[in-house]
């Protein structure tokens, strides 16, 4: 007993990653796209508590938010407007480069480890005050964010909003009826 | 004590797992989960460099990662749905128009 509670934080840690990256398993191997999802969703809660775990409270709540409520809507929605029983793969890999991904996924995965291993070697160490205060006081990391955001990230904070703007639009172009290829480059009216 | 090390590592393990995704799976909705995959690594990445260097720019920048993977994930499956209407599939490996 005195070992969990000397150790939680590690032990909730490892707890989550098991977790984490057994969600991320889920969505290459299961068959069906819905539970793919679900799998994903998994993994998308689980790094949520990680980023509790390093301070990063607003983050957690964005991304349960915006991945949990926004994005996984919209992939349970594709995945049942497509009518994914008559259009599902029999065969869920793409036939003969799968041994080739695994070895390129794992060979790309070492070359990024070097470079983050030095990130880590060369960087500081520190505490998590300074991601919940503003101008040294403590107020909360809510606020902090905020206050970073809207003076110094400003700018890049309003072309993402023209992002958002623009991919709306795409999405808008690509859903309409007789867009793209089969239609009259993409001026149908129907 | 869990520092950067642990989280990076974790990280990399998800980010290979999404590349392995996008590269063998034929379905292209998964392929775009594996992606929302990486992405979700880079973020983890960010978070726990933000507070080894007890810098809130990393969390500002996975604000930012998290909008353009919504911006993604609402382009990519509106390609789905022009692809379901061209070719009747969600297989990659039929999408070959452009094959020539």
Known sequence: MDF???????????????????????????????????????????????FLLRHAELLAAVQVLVYGGGIMVLFLFVIMLVNIKGLAPEEIYLSGIAPLAVVGGVLLGVLIAFGLVFGVLVSGHGDGTALRSVNGVEIGNTEAIGAVLYTKYLVPFEVVSVVLLVAMIGAIVFGRRSAGLDGAGGGGRT | MIDATHYVVLSLILFCLGIIGVMMRRNFITVLMSLELMFNAVNLNLIAFSFRLSDLAGQVLAIFVITVAAAEAAIGLGLIIALVRLKDTVALDEADVMRG
């Open chain 1, 4 to 50: 969990i509670v000397a150790n939680f934080a590690e032990i909730l840690f490892y707890c989550l990653a098991v977790l984490t990256v057994a969600g991320g398993v889920g969505v290459l191997a299961f068959k069906s796209p819905v539970h793919a999802a679900l799998s994903l969703l998994f993994s998308f809660v689980m790094v949520a508590a990680l």
